[in-house]
């Protein structure tokens, strides 16, 4: 089993830009989330999913959306990238509400 | 509001010193209460959990957490240091009506000397 896996794992964008990024996980999971991380910040929750089809907002979801069209993959977009948005982005993926597994990462710097 | 705090954003210990990192928490309804390490360039691992029962949880790689319900507090702990355990550990917190969503602290870095 790959786990969780996160394309690409760098990636810089210029203002204004658009992208995806893929989360894929072979453990037939339900739940999945984005999170992004920054210094001294910890974790925080933009997007997560209970199930194909579904999507929720979680801490900070302005600027990005998703979609959980099939089961294993869980997309992360940026219509329009912002400065702001510089970070490293986590998928996680959980059986149940109590654990999470997580990707290694995506590095997204934006000019 | 749902938050996590570690109070400390670095702790250092000897190696075979016993180590504690800190987390306090304040949630609405029972705390289901997580500690992951962070290596280098590396996704979260998950260490240990507590939902329910006894107060001490034993988790991966010998390292333990004490739930403390009256002073809200859920601090990971280990008997003896190893280098290798040096990395970033991340106190999570998620309530029974949290929908879902897992709160993590700042996160604290553990330094091991040799």
């Known amino acids: 089993n790959a786990g969780v896996t996160q394309t690409p794992k760098f990636r810089v964008l210029k203002t204004g830009q658009s992208m995806t990024l893929l989360c894929a996980q072979d453990m037939n999971h339900e739940y999945m989330y984005w999170y992004r991380q920054d210094p001294g910040m910890g974790l925080r929750l933009i997007h997560y999913?209970?199930?194909?089809?579904?999507?929720a907002k979680g801490e900070v979801p302005d600027g990005y959306n998703v979609s959980r069209l099939k089961k294993q993959n869980f997309l992360l977009g940026l219509e329009s990238a912002a400065p702001s948005q510089t970070s490293v982005y986590f998928c996680a993926s959980g059986p149940d509400i109590y654990e999470q597994f997580f990707g290694p990462g995506t590095r997204l710097t934006v000019l | 509001a749902q938050s996590v705090a570690q109070p400390e954003d670095q702790v250092n210990v000897a190696e075979g010193n016993p180590l504690t990192v800190k987390c306090t928490y304040s949630?609405?309804?029972?705390?289901?209460l997580f500690w992951y390490v962070q290596y280098p360039n590396r996704g979260l691992q998950f260490l240990l959990k507590?939902?329910?029962?006894?107060?001490l949880v034993k988790g991966s790689y010998g390292f333990e957490a004490e739930f403390n319900k009256s002073q809200t507090s859920f601090h990971l702990k280990k008997p003896s240091a190893l280098v290798s355990d040096s990395a970033l550990y991340f106190c999570?917190?998620?309530?029974?009506?949290?929908?879902?969503?897992?709160?993590f602290g700042s996160g604290t870095k553990l330094n091991v000397k040799p």
């Open positions: 999570a917190v998620r309530d029974m009506y949290g929908f879902n969503k897992f709160y």
């Open positions: 999913s209970v199930g194909e089809g579904t999507t």
């Open positions: 949630v609405s309804g029972n705390p289901y």
């Open positions: 507590y939902i329910t029962g006894d107060n």
